[in-house]
């Protein structure tokens, strides 16, 4: 299926949850490796994105919306699997980025965080 998307959509991203669910603790999971795997067959540029308090903003499991979150977000450079002799050299290296990304997010003061401005010059969404 992915394979198909992926051909689909040259070009495109695709937006995955590689420690196979949306974590709501402030530590990372194990990563699992399926579409690691498919990443690296198809040469295909991975990136982790990691946004701090979003279970705060949003909370699907026990239906609560807060308002007035702060959340941070840490984007890393992109991963090339073709810059990697083997697949685990790759998912080594996505590991310790995505890691990396994490603390990064999560360590960050707030003062030290941009503030999101919309693009284009959209209006600031509010309630």
């Given amino acids: 299926y992915l394979a198909q998307q992926w051909e689909l959509r040259p070009g495109k991203g695709l937006i995955v949850y590689p420690e196979g669910t949306r974590n709501q603790k402030k530590e990372p999971l194990k990563l699992k490796t399926g579409v690691l795997q498919m990443a690296y067959d198809y040469k ?9 308090n979003k279970e705060l903003m949003a909370n699907e499991k026990t239906l609560t919306i807060t ?61």
């Fill in 44 to 52: 295909k540029q991975v990136q982790a994105v990691i946004t701090t």
């Fill in 67 to 127: 308002r007035n979150v702060t959340c941070v977000t840490s984007i890393s450079k992109p991963v090339d699997p073709t810059a990697f002799p083997s697949f685990k050299e790759f998912c080594d290296e996505v590991t310790r980025v995505f890691e990396d990304t994490w603390k990064d997010a999560y360590g960050a003061e707030v003062d030290e965080s941009r503030v999101y401005l919309p693009p284009f010059g959209l209006p600031t969404p509010g309630f």
